[in-house]
């Protein structure tokens, strides 16, 4: 991997690395067209890697625990955030064994809030095949999966937030089969995305397959989630597995049929579910106030 470094008063292009004042943890990467004249600051050093493709990999490298570790053991002296212009030309940079556009959708989905938890899973199915292993660039990959996994949990939570408002919503207006229903459908997609990641597909755009009690192939329903799930993490989720049927039994009360002659949609039956609801999400880092 060939770079070029640059001092300050450097016109800007796509593709460039800014180091704030010689700063590691003041790096900034422009990854879009620009059109305008940009310069960097006279104390800024500009990296550029002569592949424009290489930019995103480069840049995660620098700033992944990997990566500091690296610059940390080339550097003579009192390890400080800041490198010289010099520093840089000696900096080993592991070369990438994946596709460099891999690296380029992990620096986006770091930076840019995404509009679905599927954008994610698509991240996790490129990297299936990775084994923890001992190769640096391995580290870094795996490194950056747990990165992803927090970003998407962040993104997955603002989500969250606004399905449980329109819940409380429908509680509070009594509408109890529109919160059953609700609950149900929370509950679905956010074990929809477990298995998603579990598996290292993405669920919300291909149907999942099991087999049914004569052994013919179904499209996966929310039972199917819950008890695969419920077999991935035993036995640690079998209390949560009971409470996940139990909403989704609840909710399916809602189905004309069976709720023409039942009187069991009502308020408690709703706090009961709500309460649930919550703890399954708990088992997936999601606290519900």
Known sequence: MELDQFSGGTPIRKGDIICKNGMT?????????????????????VIRPNNIEEAAYLYSFIQSDTGKTVISANTIGTVLPRMTKRDWEQLPVILPKRPLADYEKYFRLKNYQQKSASEYNKFFSAFSQIEESHSVEDVLNMEMIKTVKLYKGETIRNFLQEDLKELNSCF???????????????????????????????????????PDRNGRNKRADLIDYIDIIKEIQKPSWMEEAGKAHIIRKKRNLVHAKLCLNSDEINETVCREVIEYLKDVLKTRGFIIS
């Open 172 to 210: 509070r207006a009594k509408a109890y089969k529109a919160t059953l229903i609700m609950c149900g459908s929370i509950l679905e997609a956010v074990l929809i995305d477990w298995v998603s990641e579990k598996y290292h597909k993405n669920f919300f755009e291909e149907d999942l397959y099991v």
């Open 25 to 45: 943890d003041k790096l900034y990467l422009l990854l879009d067209e620009i059109h305008e004249e940009l310069y960097a600051g006279a104390n800024d050093i």
